[in-house]
């Protein structure tokens, strides 16, 4: 995603260019020349975004359909004065925690695929021992 924006173009306002966009599709606007390949680059810019997105929500939910039965399998065999699922759900809170804070700072799209993964495993970890204790 860093190749967009770069350069004399690197101050632009996303804001106010999607703003423009919203305004030329709409037909109230007509784009500048040199709006126009801003706007060009914007649509590139927003399909990255998708793909991004695809990328990380897909590794995350692979991962986590991976981790989730070798988690159920060793929280069936912990045994502490707390129970068997209550250490798992405070460490999978914790962690689900700590890495969703740290995806705000990722800063870029492989770290950001590593971190959301490891939340998503730890927060639903979290959740499916609690529903399992529950029962």
């Not at 020349?33 to 991004?52: H, M, N, Q, V, W």
């Not at 129970?83 to 405070?90: Q, T, V």
């Not at 870029?108 to 959740?127: D, H, K």
């Amino acid at each position: 995603m860093a190749k967009f924006f770069t350069g004399r173009d690197a101050g632009t306002d996303l804001q106010k260019l999607t703003a423009l966009k919203n305004a030329v599709t709409a037909g109230t606007a007509t784009a500048t020349p040199d709006e126009s390949r801003l706007l060009g680059i914007l649509a590139d810019f927003d399909a990255g975004r998708a793909e991004s997105l695809a990328l990380v929500a897909s590794i995350g939910l692979v991962a986590t359909n991976v981790w989730q039965p070798l988690i159920g399998v060793f929280s069936d065999r912990t045994r502490t004065r707390m129970g068997r699922r209550a250490p798992w759900i405070l460490l999978g809170s914790l962690v689900g925690a700590a890495f969703l804070v740290a995806v705000r700072f990722a800063p870029t799209v492989a770290i950001l695929v590593v971190l959301w993964a490891i939340a998503s495993v730890a927060l639903n970890e979290a959740v499916a021992c609690a529903e399992v204790s529950g029962r």
